[in-house]
Nanobody, 123 residues
Framework: QVQLVESGGGLVQAGGSLRLSCAAS????????MGWFRQAPGKEREFVAA????????YYADSVKGRFTISRDNAKNTVYLQMNSLNSEDTAVYYC????????????????WGQGTQVTVSS
């Protein structure tokens, strides 16, 4: 069973930065596409970013492109999400996920999920 644990969430002012981390319990980083999703109150879970197992190919939602950067350290079984220029619309619970599908980008294509970490951006 793959276990994913997110950390790094918190309260930040608009324009600030946060870095989320996702630690995997097994060698998921070396064989899975890893992704970040978020869910705001009353809204559906939405794709934020994903990175293929090689680390060389990444995908981003248009809403975060140029502000967020996903990366991975396969030696540490950890995936990161660097979030810059945060605004109130980024407030949500952020989830880490792992998928065996190479170009996975929708919630239904990710098999394993973390418990989520809250990010709150104050204006």
């Amino acid at each position: 069973q793959v276990q994913l644990v997110e950390s790094g969430g918190g309260l930040v002012q608009a324009g600030g930065s946060l870095r989320l981390s996702c630690a995997a319990s097994a060698r998921t980083s070396s064989s899975y596409t890893m992704g970040w999703f978020r869910q705001a109150p009353g809204k559906e879970r939405e794709f934020v970013a994903a990175i293929r197992f090689s680390g060389t190919i990444t995908y981003y939602a248009d809403s975060v492109k140029g502000r967020f950067t996903i990366s991975r350290d396969n030696a540490k079984n950890t995936v990161y999400l660097q979030m810059n220029s945060l605004n109130s619309e980024d407030t949500a619970v952020y989830y880490c996920a792992a998928s065996g599908v190479v170009n996975a980008r929708t919630p239904g294509t990710f098999e394993h999920w973390g418990q989520g970490t809250q990010v709150t951006v104050s204006s």
